[in-house]
């Protein structure tokens, strides 16, 4: 019930605005730094400059070229590819609901948009561009610059999937099937210890053993930020959101396929000494594999961004914030979020049951 006054409370004030709700099943309330508050001015022109290939050094890739909107904002490539053929280290990952995010990049190197933003135009196996070359051919200071593509990136956002529906009450929205890998995602399979809340992540660095190869470890991930001996191989928690659009999988790309993805769990990753203590094998049976693929390919959404689709941040900024600040030190939301993935009506986990958020 205090969740449902939070909610009335927050948009009373939100329609007060004119803001419009977010694509169902995501949090009301997104983080923005009041020193970069979202305006159709910024996101316009973040847009603009995401897709901008004066970017890069030679001209030839754009933010776009890796995060790319066809692929939900991922390139479908095993590594990421930069200007001349450059092989990157690592997997370029989807960029749909980073607004939510708490820290950035694989390994957590960056606290916000605005600083992550830059990273790549510099990046020599990325965009390879320099600042002061940027602001030459932008006519725009690189702190301008990252506010712009941070307030677009905001709103590149995926939800409204079949998953979102059947939380949200509509009980044919999965089929017994997939209503069989739900129960296999809570139970056996412990993939809440990690893909929690709304956007089906932690936030948090968990080494799984992918980066595990030949009795050492090949990337060291969260290490090379926090030197701290555990994070060792260990690399942020993806979002689980439209799957079936961000394929290779993993931090390297290493794994081609959902059925892949599931077997890997299945086995208990990598065993390495670092390995995390959430890893072990779960050794899926061949239905619960199917069934766990099923679920998890009903977690493809509509993805909204730019102008066009700017819902939650038109408007007068005052009343954002007000409306952000009520939902998000509602001690009764608090709670709730820290549970993690919906609990959903006529769930096989909870039977009968009525949606707690």
């Known amino acids: 019930m205090r969740v449902l006054l939070a909610l009335a409370f927050v948009w009373a004030l939100v329609a007060e605005a004119g803001f419009d709700q977010p694509p169902l099943g995501l949090d009301i309330y997104m983080p923005v730094p009041a020193t970069n508050p979202v305006t159709r001015e910024k996101v316009t022109r973040g847009r603009q400059?995401?897709?901008?290939?004066?970017?890069?050094?030679?001209?030839?890739?754009?933010?776009?070229?890796?995060?790319?909107?066809?692929?939900?904002?991922?390139?479908?490539?095993?590594?990421?590819?930069?200007?001349?053929?450059?092989?990157?280290?690592?997997?370029?990952?989807?960029?749909?609901?980073?607004?939510?995010?708490?820290?950035?990049?694989?390994?957590?190197?960056?606290?916000?948009?605005?600083?992550?933003?830059?990273?790549?135009?510099?990046?020599?196996?990325?965009?390879?561009?320099?600042?002061?070359?940027?602001?030459?051919?932008?006519?725009?200071?690189?702190a301008d610059l990252a506010a712009a593509l941070a307030s677009y990136m905001r709103t590149i956002r995926s939800g409204d999937s079949r998953f979102d529906r059947y939380a949200a009450g509509d009980t044919r929205a999965l089929n017994a099937l997939e209503k069989e890998g739900l129960k296999v995602f809570r139970?056996?399979?412990?993939?809440?210890?990690?893909?929690?809340?709304?956007?089906?992540?932690?936030?948090?660095?968990?080494?799984?053993?992918?980066?595990?190869?030949?009795?050492?470890?090949?990337?060291?991930?969260?290490?090379?930020?926090?030197?701290?001996?555990?994070?060792?191989?260990?690399?942020?928690?993806?979002?689980?959101?439209?799957?079936?659009?961000?394929?290779?999988?993993?931090?390297?790309?290493?794994?081609?396929?959902?059925?892949?993805?599931?077997?890997?769990?299945?086995?208990?990753?990598?065993?390495?000494?670092?390995?995390?203590?959430?890893?072990?094998?779960?050794?899926?049976?061949?239905q619960e594999k199917r069934a766990l693929a099923a679920l998890l390919r009903t977690l493809t959404g509509r993805v909204e961004e730019g102008i066009r689709e700017l819902a939650g941040f038109s408007g007068e900024p005052r009343n954002l914030r007000i409306a952000a600040a009520a939902l998000h030190d509602c001690p009764a939301v608090q709670r709730q979020r820290r549970r993690g993935p919906h609990i959903v009506p006529a769930d096989p986990v909870n039977p009968g049951g009525r949606p707690s958020w």
């Open 49 to 142: 400059l995401f897709f901008d290939k004066r970017l890069s050094r030679d001209g030839t890739l754009s933010c776009a070229s890796c995060h790319d909107p066809k692929f939900s904002f991922s390139d479908g490539r095993v590594l990421a590819s930069g200007i001349g053929g450059a092989e990157g280290t690592r997997n370029s990952p989807a960029l749909i609901n980073r607004g939510y995010g708490e820290v950035f990049f694989w390994d957590g190197r960056t606290q916000s948009l605005e600083q992550q933003a830059l990273q790549p135009i510099a990046n020599p196996l990325e965009l390879g561009n320099t600042e002061p070359e940027v602001e030459r051919r932008t006519g725009m200071r690189a």
């Open 187 to 286: 139970g056996n399979g412990g993939c809440t210890a990690c893909h929690i809340g709304p956007n089906f992540t932690d936030e948090r660095f968990h080494n799984t053993g992918v980066a595990w190869r030949d009795n050492r470890i090949v990337d060291e991930g969260r290490f090379i930020v926090s030197e701290i001996d555990r994070d060792r191989g260990a690399f942020k928690t993806a979002t689980l959101r439209d799957l079936t659009r961000t394929a290779p999988y993993m931090h390297d790309g290493s794994l081609a396929t959902l059925d892949d993805v599931i077997e890997f769990y299945s086995r208990g990753g990598r065993p390495n000494p670092y390995l995390d203590g959430q890893i072990r094998p779960r050794d899926f049976t061949l």
